[in-house]
């Protein structure tokens, strides 16, 4: 555990001194503006925290994803994987800690979300269960987590995955239902969004801000949770097997 | 002009395309990028249905298409940089011909890339969500569109002007251009809906009067609105060569001076 703890530790110690790994917590507010003047300019005051909630998670999913994916290909790029590698620590408590740590610090979208909502547009979202918003809150981040290790996989794995880095934006925000619901889709692209993880939280947070009871709440937090731990295991085999791979050959440094 | 300025330019130009074809293929840009860009303009679009307003839906839909030109053309603040990253910096001071004309021209590719993003965007998205294309005054669109791509390089390179004395906030500087973009320039809400001194900021930028004279267009408004708008859309964008130009050489200036290019 105690590397678990000293990776997240230097994962935010890292974050603090690169302002491309706070890119997306910067830009939070100013997306908070663009949602909520969209749906005040429409007299939509039922979609508030539609609004308030999207920035919150397009900061989690972009943050934790393309600073969590890099976790392990810069170590490379930087002749820290190998030494890594020799220590008695594994590397999946490092890798985790420091997906902990990225994960952990795009939760501050959330407040300022609601900090941005209360300052430029005076409007102040009440939370109706904040007990299940809470648990959600946590499943979410713990899915987030779970998810964003298929990335710290993939992108060690081949060079392939990082020209699409950018790419993992916009569509999961679509079938994650970030802003609207997945249940507006089409039929194929709902059915689709099922195994995003990111579309039950959504639909979960949301149903927590409002007022009216929330439907089934531990079976939609097993569904995030059941999604996040298969999202950890896919990326803890893809990591093992090319530490396998790249063991038996001693090419580590040319992955 | 001369001849030789020309052909630094032309060659810088080419510098950048050949940057941009080392960053993607045909397949993995139409199925990386352009699948982020319609997923973008898609997103978005989807609001409106939310709203359960098609108005909205298709003004939001065009807007966006116009972001995402303004967003790719934003990334003459990281090409910029990679110049300095190269370590041909002090060579191009050191060289006969101003280092200026190799820092406008080398992000240029952006310009194409970002006329068809928007377009293949407005093509493909536009349709999905029956945005209604007035024939022939939908012609006008594109030739506006790239007016409003070329005018916007002027801001692209002020921002790249400005990454290039801190190199480490390049990615910085362009989403939270595009991103205030998006959230003033009258891309998902009309600007009057903000306050004036934020109006201001916005009619300062081209991509706020090129978005207007596209609208224009295809609300099928008069002639003169629409060259209006496009006039105002063009004089920004001069405007903002002009400021792009200043900083640049301020920047060489002062680096010749202290000797802080490679450390500034």
């Known amino acids: 555990m105690s590397a678990f703890w000293a990776a997240l530790r230097f994962q935010l110690q890292l974050m603090r001194s690169n302002p491309d790994y706070l890119l997306d917590i910067a830009t939070a507010p100013v997306y908070t503006v663009i949602f909520l003047s969209i749906v005040k300019h429409a007299d939509r005051p039922d979609l508030i925290a539609h609004a308030v909630l999207a920035p919150a998670l397009i900061t989690l999913w972009w943050q934790s994803l393309m600073a969590s994916g890099e976790v392990i290909d810069t170590d490379r790029y930087y002749g820290v994987l190998e030494p890594l590698l020799a220590t008695p620590s594994s590397l999946h408590s490092i890798v985790l800690g420091r997906i902990a740590g990225v994960t952990l610090l795009s939760l501050v979208a959330f407040a300022e979300s609601w900090l941005t909502a209360r300052v430029l547009f005076g409007i102040t979202v009440q939370i109706s269960h904040p007990g299940w918003f809470a648990i959600a809150l946590i499943a979410t981040t713990a899915a987030m987590a779970g998810t964003s290790t298929i990335m710290a996989g993939l992108f060690v794995r081949t060079r392939t995955a990082r020209t699409f880095q950018n790419s993992l934006s916009y569509p999961f925000f679509v079938l994650g239902g970030v802003m609207v619901p997945v249940a507006l889709l089409p039929d194929w692209a709902e059915t689709l969004s099922r195994v995003v993880f990111l579309s039950w939280s959504a639909d979960l947070l949301r149903d927590s801000l409002a007022a009216a009871p929330v439907e089934n709440p531990i079976g939609r937090v097993m569904i995030v949770l059941t999604l996040g731990i298969v999202g950890a295991a896919l990326g803890k085999k893809l990591i093992d097997e090319l530490l396998e791979r790249v063991r038996g050959l001693g090419t580590l440094s040319q992955v | ?264």
């Open chain 2, 1 to 264: 002009m001369t001849v030789k300025t020309l052909q630094v330019l032309r060659y810088s130009i080419i510098n950048g395309f050949q940057d941009a074809a080392a960053m993607f293929t045909p397949k993995t840009y139409l199925t990386g990028w352009l699948l982020r860009v319609l997923s973008q303009v898609t997103f978005f679009a989807l609001i409106g249905s939310l709203l359960g307003s098609e108005e909205t839906t298709h003004f939001l839909l065009v807007g966006n298409v116009v972001a995402v030109g303004a967003m790719v053309v934003h990334s003459v603040s990281a090409s910029t940089v990679w110049e300095r990253w190269a370590g041909t910096l002090p060579l191009l001071f050191a060289a006969p011909s101003r280092p200026l004309i190799v820092l406008m021209g080398r992000s240029f590719n952006w310009v194409p890339d970002a006329m068809f993003s928007a377009t293949g965007a407005l093509l493909i998205v536009g349709p999905i969500f029956g945005l209604p294309m007035p024939w022939p005054e939908v012609l006008w669109v594109l030739p506006l569109l790239l007016a409003t791509i070329i005018a916007t390089y002027g801001f692209g390179l002020f921002l790249g002007s400005m990454s290039i004395r801190a190199p480490e906030s390049r990615n910085f500087i362009s989403r939270v251009a595009t991103t205030v973009t998006m959230a003033i320039c009258g891309v998902n809400v009309p600007v009057d809906f903000f306050p004036g001194a934020v109006q201001a900021v916005a009619y300062s930028l081209p991509v706020t009067h090129g978005l207007l004279a596209i609208r224009s267009v295809l609300d099928v408004s008069s002639a003169s609105v629409v060259l209006a708008h496009l006039s105002a859309a063009l004089l920004t964008g001069a405007g903002w060569y002009a400021v792009a130009i200043i900083s640049f050489s301020l920047f060489e200036a002062r680096s010749r001076t202290t000797g802080s290019l490679e450390f500034g």
